[in-house]
């Protein structure tokens, strides 16, 4: 399907030959960004790793200084004090109940935190939640007994990160309504999680590339050298 008239225009004002500083290439997402909604900016990196082995798996969290741009709609799984606990801490939906209303289709939800005594219960739904993206889990940080500390952090942008089996890695820095500086202040906050994420078995190059985009945007190519 040929591109359409606004993104090839959009398009044209990108040198693919050329890497963008950073600042400059969130700069030009913006400036190339056409539809008439709030786009999502997203980062696209190439890593140099194997997922195929256990120990190239790249992965982590981080929490972006000035968010995602979006509500994200939190559910904790927690029993007991754990309840109020986490209603207090500002989570949208809490109690073991939500189980069962998972099983039965609910899904109303951008992540899940549950608590490790919980945890019996909550892998019932392996099945459901994995697919999404949305199984607890201790090295995200999602099945904790500090759910006061795992709602704040999600509802201040921390976000998860997890390299694909083709060794590339996709995530959310933003919206086009953003200012330069925030996105900037995000792309790195995000670039530098993955860096501290490099496995010790990945040789070679590590970050082969970066790409930054918006929603229905071009792709900008940023010079990844600040990085290494």
Do not use: C
């Not at 400036?31 to 798996?57: C, S, W, Y």
């Not at 739904?125 to 993206?133: E, M, Q, S």
């Not at 070679?204 to 929603?215: E, F, N």
């Amino acid at each position: 399907m040929p591109a359409g008239k606004n993104f090839r225009t959009a398009a044209a004002r990108v040198n693919r030959t050329q890497r963008y500083q950073p600042q400059a290439a969130v700069e030009l997402v913006k400036q190339t960004a056409f539809a008439k909604f709030d786009e999502t900016v997203d980062i696209a990196m190439n890593l140099g790793v194997d997922p195929r082995h256990a120990d190239q798996i790249v992965r982590g969290t981080v929490v972006l200084p000035h968010g995602i741009g979006k509500k994200v709609r939190v559910l904790v799984i927690a029993q007991g004090e754990k309840v109020k606990e986490a209603e207090t801490a500002g989570a949208d939906f809490v109690g073991v109940e939500f189980v069962q209303k998972i099983k039965d289709g609910w899904m109303d939800v951008d992540v899940i935190v549950a608590t490790p005594d919980v945890m019996g219960q909550v892998g019932q739904l392996g099945r459901v939640l994995g697919p999404r993206g949305l199984m607890p889990n201790p090295k995200s940080g999602t099945v904790t007994m500090d759910v006061t500390r795992a709602v704040r952090e999600i509802k201040a942008g921390k976000i998860e990160f997890r390299v694909d089996k083709t060794g590339n890695l996709h995530g959310p820095i933003g919206k086009i309504s953003f200012s330069a500086g925030q996105l900037h202040d995000n792309l790195n906050a995000f670039v530098e999680a993955v860096m501290r994420a490099k496995p010790s078995a990945a040789k070679g190059t590590y970050l082969r590339s970066l790409t930054v985009s918006s929603t229905m945007g071009p792709g900008v190519p940023v010079d990844t050298a600040g990085y290494k």
